[in-house]
Protein backbone atom coordinates (compact mmCIF):
# COMPACT_ATOMS: atom_id res chain seq x y z
CA UNK A 1 0.00 0.00 0.00
CA UNK A 2 2.63 2.30 0.72
CA UNK A 3 4.61 1.32 -2.18
CA UNK A 4 1.36 2.32 -4.34
CA UNK A 5 1.13 5.38 -2.72
CA UNK A 6 4.43 6.22 -3.09
CA UNK A 7 4.45 5.38 -6.69
CA UNK A 8 0.80 7.98 -7.27
CA UNK A 9 2.84 10.72 -5.02
CA UNK A 10 5.61 10.45 -8.03
CA UNK A 11 2.72 10.33 -10.82
CA UNK A 12 1.68 13.43 -9.38
CA UNK A 13 4.98 14.91 -8.72
CA UNK A 14 6.43 13.99 -12.31
CA UNK A 15 3.01 15.32 -14.47
CA UNK A 16 2.92 18.33 -12.20
CA UNK A 17 6.40 18.84 -13.24
CA UNK A 18 6.42 18.32 -16.65
CA UNK A 19 2.94 19.72 -17.46
CA UNK A 20 2.80 24.07 -17.88
CA UNK A 21 0.37 25.46 -15.55
CA UNK A 22 -2.35 26.98 -18.02
CA UNK A 23 -0.46 31.06 -16.22
CA UNK A 24 2.89 29.84 -17.65
CA UNK A 25 1.26 28.94 -21.14
CA UNK A 26 -0.98 32.04 -21.50
CA UNK A 27 -0.55 35.28 -23.15
CA UNK A 28 0.68 37.66 -20.48
CA UNK A 29 -2.73 39.85 -19.19
CA UNK A 30 -2.42 43.48 -20.00
CA UNK A 31 -4.14 46.05 -17.58
CA UNK A 32 -7.22 47.22 -19.29
CA UNK A 33 -6.90 51.09 -21.50
CA UNK A 34 -6.92 54.08 -18.54
CA UNK A 35 -9.27 56.33 -20.75
CA UNK A 36 -9.52 59.55 -18.53
CA UNK A 37 -6.87 61.51 -20.80
CA UNK A 38 -8.38 60.57 -23.83
CA UNK A 39 -9.81 63.75 -24.15
CA UNK A 40 -6.89 65.96 -23.47
CA UNK A 41 -6.37 66.25 -27.13
CA UNK A 42 -9.43 68.40 -27.32
CA UNK A 43 -8.61 70.97 -24.75
CA UNK A 44 -8.04 74.48 -26.45
CA UNK A 45 -10.01 76.64 -29.14
CA UNK A 46 -10.97 75.01 -32.23
CA UNK A 47 -12.33 76.77 -35.73
CA UNK A 48 -14.96 74.90 -36.42
CA UNK A 49 -16.51 74.26 -40.35
CA UNK A 50 -20.00 72.48 -39.59
CA UNK A 51 -21.83 70.55 -42.34
CA UNK A 52 -25.52 69.43 -41.35
CA UNK A 53 -27.68 67.45 -43.51
CA UNK A 54 -30.83 69.02 -43.61
CA UNK A 55 -33.58 66.16 -43.20
CA UNK A 56 -31.49 63.36 -41.93
CA UNK A 57 -33.66 59.63 -42.68
CA UNK A 58 -35.73 60.63 -45.46
CA UNK A 59 -33.36 60.16 -48.43
CA UNK A 60 -32.57 63.72 -48.44
CA UNK A 61 -28.84 64.90 -49.97
CA UNK A 62 -29.17 68.91 -48.96
CA UNK A 63 -26.76 69.71 -46.83
CA UNK A 64 -25.91 72.80 -45.20
CA UNK A 65 -22.89 74.76 -43.79
CA UNK A 66 -21.83 76.67 -40.83
CA UNK A 67 -18.82 78.43 -39.17
CA UNK A 68 -17.81 78.62 -35.63
CA UNK A 69 -15.22 78.33 -32.84
CA UNK A 70 -15.27 75.52 -30.29
CA UNK A 71 -13.88 75.62 -26.77
CA UNK A 72 -12.94 72.81 -24.59
CA UNK A 73 -11.97 72.86 -20.77
CA UNK A 74 -10.68 70.33 -18.99
CA UNK A 75 -12.67 69.92 -15.14
CA UNK A 76 -11.53 67.47 -12.47
CA UNK A 77 -7.72 66.88 -13.58
CA UNK A 78 -9.34 66.02 -17.43
CA UNK A 79 -11.89 63.34 -15.89
CA UNK A 80 -14.43 65.58 -17.69
CA UNK A 81 -14.48 68.36 -19.71
CA UNK A 82 -17.24 70.44 -21.07
CA UNK A 83 -17.01 72.09 -24.93
CA UNK A 84 -18.89 74.67 -25.87
CA UNK A 85 -19.81 75.07 -29.63
CA UNK A 86 -21.33 78.36 -31.12
CA UNK A 87 -21.60 79.04 -35.39
CA UNK A 88 -23.32 81.27 -37.41
CA UNK A 89 -24.73 79.46 -41.22
CA UNK A 90 -27.34 80.29 -43.66
CA UNK A 91 -29.99 78.84 -41.04
CA UNK A 92 -29.14 81.02 -38.44
CA UNK A 93 -26.90 80.68 -35.25
CA UNK A 94 -26.28 77.32 -33.56
CA UNK A 95 -25.14 77.01 -29.57
CA UNK A 96 -24.58 73.93 -27.54
CA UNK A 97 -22.52 72.25 -24.86
CA UNK A 98 -21.14 69.01 -24.58
CA UNK A 99 -20.46 67.64 -21.34
CA UNK A 100 -17.80 64.69 -21.26
CA UNK A 101 -17.86 62.72 -18.36
CA UNK A 102 -15.39 59.44 -17.77
CA UNK A 103 -16.35 56.75 -15.48
CA UNK A 104 -13.12 55.49 -14.10
CA UNK A 105 -15.32 51.61 -13.26
CA UNK A 106 -16.07 51.55 -16.66
CA UNK A 107 -13.57 53.06 -18.46
CA UNK A 108 -15.86 54.87 -20.54
CA UNK A 109 -17.25 58.28 -21.56
CA UNK A 110 -20.44 59.90 -21.69
CA UNK A 111 -21.25 62.54 -23.48
CA UNK A 112 -23.91 64.60 -22.89
CA UNK A 113 -25.19 67.43 -25.01
CA UNK A 114 -27.52 70.36 -24.53
CA UNK A 115 -29.06 73.69 -26.09
CA UNK A 116 -30.21 76.90 -24.65
CA UNK A 117 -33.03 76.75 -25.63
CA UNK A 118 -33.79 72.97 -24.38
CA UNK A 119 -32.43 73.37 -21.11
CA UNK A 120 -32.12 69.74 -20.55
CA UNK A 121 -29.11 67.38 -21.17
CA UNK A 122 -29.43 65.05 -23.69
CA UNK A 123 -29.33 61.05 -22.97
CA UNK A 124 -25.89 60.21 -22.24
CA UNK A 125 -24.14 58.81 -25.41
CA UNK A 126 -21.41 56.49 -23.89
CA UNK A 127 -18.31 55.15 -25.59
CA UNK A 128 -14.67 54.78 -25.63
CA UNK A 129 -11.49 55.91 -27.66
CA UNK A 130 -9.72 52.72 -29.06
CA UNK A 131 -6.76 53.13 -32.32
CA UNK A 132 -6.95 56.75 -32.53
CA UNK A 133 -10.65 56.54 -32.59
CA UNK A 134 -13.43 57.33 -30.47
CA UNK A 135 -16.71 56.00 -30.94
CA UNK A 136 -20.26 57.03 -28.75
CA UNK A 137 -23.59 55.73 -28.90
CA UNK A 138 -27.19 55.97 -27.34
CA UNK A 139 -30.86 55.12 -28.47
CA UNK A 140 -32.63 57.80 -28.75
CA UNK A 141 -36.80 59.33 -30.20
CA UNK A 142 -36.51 60.67 -33.45
CA UNK A 143 -39.11 61.35 -35.59
CA UNK A 144 -41.39 59.68 -33.69
CA UNK A 145 -39.70 56.78 -33.51
CA UNK A 146 -36.36 55.01 -31.44
CA UNK A 147 -33.21 55.09 -33.45
CA UNK A 148 -29.80 54.50 -32.95
CA UNK A 149 -27.07 57.44 -32.82
CA UNK A 150 -22.99 56.87 -33.34
CA UNK A 151 -20.71 60.25 -32.52
CA UNK A 152 -16.96 59.42 -33.54
CA UNK A 153 -14.10 61.45 -33.23
CA UNK A 154 -11.62 60.59 -36.09
CA UNK A 155 -8.34 62.29 -37.88
CA UNK A 156 -6.98 63.19 -34.60
CA UNK A 157 -3.53 65.18 -34.51
CA UNK A 158 -2.47 68.10 -32.43
CA UNK A 159 -3.60 70.83 -34.63
CA UNK A 160 -6.99 69.16 -36.41
CA UNK A 161 -9.88 67.08 -35.66
CA UNK A 162 -13.07 65.66 -37.41
CA UNK A 163 -16.35 64.19 -35.57
CA UNK A 164 -19.56 63.16 -37.36
CA UNK A 165 -22.60 61.99 -36.39
CA UNK A 166 -24.52 59.24 -37.37
CA UNK A 167 -28.36 57.91 -37.37
CA UNK A 168 -29.42 53.94 -37.71
CA UNK A 169 -33.36 53.51 -38.03
CA UNK A 170 -32.40 49.55 -38.34
CA UNK A 171 -30.55 48.97 -35.53
CA UNK A 172 -27.12 49.80 -36.53
CA UNK A 173 -27.27 47.71 -39.90
CA UNK A 174 -26.50 50.38 -41.98
CA UNK A 175 -25.84 54.50 -41.09
CA UNK A 176 -26.61 57.69 -42.09
CA UNK A 177 -23.96 60.64 -41.85
CA UNK A 178 -25.48 63.85 -40.53
CA UNK A 179 -23.74 65.81 -39.22
CA UNK A 180 -19.30 66.78 -40.10
CA UNK A 181 -17.23 68.80 -37.99
CA UNK A 182 -13.95 69.80 -39.35
CA UNK A 183 -11.60 71.22 -36.41
CA UNK A 184 -9.15 73.59 -36.90
CA UNK A 185 -6.65 74.49 -33.40
CA UNK A 186 -6.54 78.35 -33.31
CA UNK A 187 -4.76 80.18 -30.83
CA UNK A 188 -8.37 81.97 -29.24
CA UNK A 189 -11.51 83.16 -30.55
CA UNK A 190 -10.95 86.46 -32.44
Known amino acids: MKRRIGCALAALFFCAAVVPSAAATAEPVRPA ?3 QHDFDFDVGVWKTHTSRLSRPL ?3 TTWSE ?3 YTVVRKVW ?3 ANLAEFDSDGPNGHLSLISLRLYDPRGRQWRLYFATPDGGVASVPMVGEFADGRGEFTDQEPYAG ?3 WVRFTF ?3 SPDSA ?3 QAFSDDGGKTWETN ?3 QYTRVPAVP
Open 33 to 35: HDG
Open 58 to 60: TGS
Open 66 to 68: MDG
Open 77 to 79: DGR
Open 145 to 147: RMI
Open 154 to 156: VSI
Open 162 to 164: RSE
Open 179 to 181: WIN
